[in-house]
């Protein structure tokens, strides 16, 4: 009898146990991964205004909450309005570019265009793809990342009040593509879930939405209720935001850790249950 | 007129399958802003004594505003992607021409839609900002009005524009551009006089600031008499430019 041909058979185990059972062969190689960069390059070289209009959503937040809304709040623990909501909003950018790219855009692909179905017929595996998407979006954050820090660093420096208050905003860069990668990789894992249209409508309301409104972008999340407390320590943004804020204004601690500690276990988790269910969605 | 409703049937039969989900989330969206920058932010620029129009707290301020910003949003993303749709993807429009629909009743019908669409939106926000405590009295249901013909002033040229459109790719920069600083700096999050000189005088020409001036001074009732009747009549006008601009477009397009 042979042995089934390598990615053939479905693979029906439960979430947990398929997600835990990592296989050497199963992990994406780099040199296959590049290929599906190297696509979504070409298919960007037509649409690059849309990458560019990116740049400006962050900008836009900053000068109407940070600068608009800041001159008329307080200093918040002797931190400036604007210094406070700038690391915020630079997570929360990371945010938006995986979802969509992660959730939007792969999910097109995968349903509307069909565009895997074609690529799997090469010796490109399910684990390349994931990967080389994942590669994409990174690329893309840390763009967008790099802009931002540049941006309010010039910003405090010309017009002031300053935001990046410590060297440690360097580390923010490297943080942020933490923070891109973790968000990713859950927002693949989430695209997996999503069986229609209508479903984006309920994952950007009831997740997106909320996680941006709530997670400490805006205002301290010491503010809510003890029991929303307890609760926004298992959303992935409030420890993004709060690691990029630690980093940008220098008060870093023992949470810092824990907060990446989340983000690197939260998104490895994320990535691989995502894996394992576009295998079985892809692989039929 | 009727015939105009014929097209507002049709497109209450086709939102049938999925009114459930709208509903539900534009009840949560005013919710959860109105809590966060409303009540959370709120709160901050309070306790600093920032002085808002009319003297109320933050929440009251933001409320009316984010009423008519939402409608704008609404409006604007109803009026692009469906309508292009229906030109060109689907090619609804040429097989309603075949009946004795007129292009007028065509677009009319689509704004009619869009005003239903709007009226609901408003009304449920309006019993969310009462929840919050943003809405005092009862005039503020004054600001309905005010909030729906926001939208209709956004949806009229942006109809218009979706139909000479082949593909959905100029909304992103619609929105990302246009739409989404209009939100942003028209004066719904703070007061337009915390802006630098010359860009108070660019949002002064905004239509979401005239939208934005008359829902919140109908709702506080702050507002003035003359400066009621400059931001209706700059909607108004916009309204019917718009609606002008749409039968054009939609007459070059199906009588191509």
Same mark, same amino acid.
Request: proline residues 2%; glycine residues 8%; positive net charge.
């Given at each position: 009898m042979t042995p089934p041909l390598q990615g053939t058979a479905p693979d029906r185990r439960g979430?947990?146990?398929g997600a835990l059972d990592i296989r050497w062969q199963d992990l994406p190689t780099l040199r296959r991964s590049v290929r599906m960069y190297q696509r979504n390059l070409m298919v960007y070289r037509h649409i690059w205004m849309v990458i560019v209009s990116g740049f400006f959503e962050p900008l836009f937040y900053l000068l109407a909450i940070g600068i608009g809304v800041g001159s008329m709040v307080p200093d918040i623990n002797g931190l400036s309005y604007t210094a406070f909501v700038a690391p915020g909003l630079l997570a929360s950018n990371c945010m938006n570019g995986a979802v969509s790219d992660g959730l939007f855009n792969i999910w097109f692909k995968l349903h509307v265009q069909r565009t895997y179905d074609g690529i799997l017929a090469t010796p490109m595996r399910v684990a390349d793809v994931a990967f080389g998407e994942m590669l994409w979006a990174l690329t893309r954050g840390s763009l967008y990342s790099a802009a931002f820090l540049v941006l309010v660093f010039v910003l405090g420096e010309l017009w002031g009040p300053r935001i990046l208050l410590s060297p440690s905003a360097i580390l923010a860069l490297p943080a942020s593509v933490l923070v891109a990668a973790s968000f990713s990789s859950m927002a693949l894992c989430l695209c997996s879930f999503v069986r229609n249209r209508e479903d984006f409508d309920k994952v950007m309301g009831l997740v997106v939405v909320p996680m941006f409104l709530f997670s400490g972008i805006f205002f301290p999340v010491t503010q809510m209720p003890a029991f929303f407390q307890a609760f926004v320590q298992i959303v992935p943004l409030y420890h993004a935001v709060a690691l990029l804020r630690a980093l940008t204004t220098g008060i870093v601690d023992v949470w810092t850790a824990w907060h990446i500690a989340y983000l690197v276990v939260g998104g490895a988790f994320a990535f691989l249950v995502a894996m394992r269910r576009f295998e079985r969605t892809l692989i039929k | 007129?009727?015939?105009?409703?014929?097209?507002?049937?049709?497109?209450?039969?086709?939102?049938?399958?999925?009114?459930?989900?709208?509903?539900? @989330?534009?009840? $949560?969206?005013?919710?959860?802003? $109105?809590?966060?920058?409303?009540?959370? @932010?709120?709160s901050l620029i309070d306790r600093g004594g920032a002085v808002l129009p009319g003297n109320v707290p933050y929440v009251a301020f933001l409320a009316p505003g984010l009423l008519a910003g939402t409608c704008m949003q609404m409006a604007s993303f109803e009026s692009s992607f469906p309508i292009t749709g229906k030109m060109v993807w689907e090619r609804n429009y040429e097989a309603i021409t075949s009946a004795p629909m007129r292009i007028v009743d065509i677009v009319v019908g689509e704004l009619a839609w869009v005003a239903l669409r709007l009226l609901a939106v408003a009304l449920v926000f309006t019993g969310v900002m009462w929840l919050f405590g943003a809405a005092r009295t009862p005039l503020v249901l004054l600001a309905i009005p005010a909030a729906v013909l926001t939208g209709l002033a956004f949806s009229a040229p942006i109809i218009a524009y979706a139909a000479t459109l082949k593909t959905g790719a100029n909304f992103n920069a619609l929105f990302r551009f246009v739409i989404s600083p209009l939100f942003l700096f028209s004066g719904v999050f703070f007061p337009v006089s915390q802006l630098p000189g010359p860009l108070q005088t660019a949002a002064a020409f905004t239509p979401l600031f005239h939208g934005v001036e008359l829902t919140r001074g109908l709702a506080l009732q702050t507002l003035t008499w003359p400066a009621f009747a400059v931001h209706t009549a700059y909607l108004s006008g916009l309204l019917t430019l718009g609606t002008a601009a749409a039968v054009w477009t939609f007459t070059r397009k199906l009588r191509a």
């Open positions: 979430m947990l146990a | 007129m009727i015939r105009a409703l014929r097209l507002v049937q049709r497109n209450a039969m086709v939102f049938r399958r999925i009114w459930a989900g709208a509903i539900f @989330v534009s009840f $949560l969206q005013p919710a959860f802003y $109105l809590a966060s920058m409303g009540l959370g @932010v709120g």
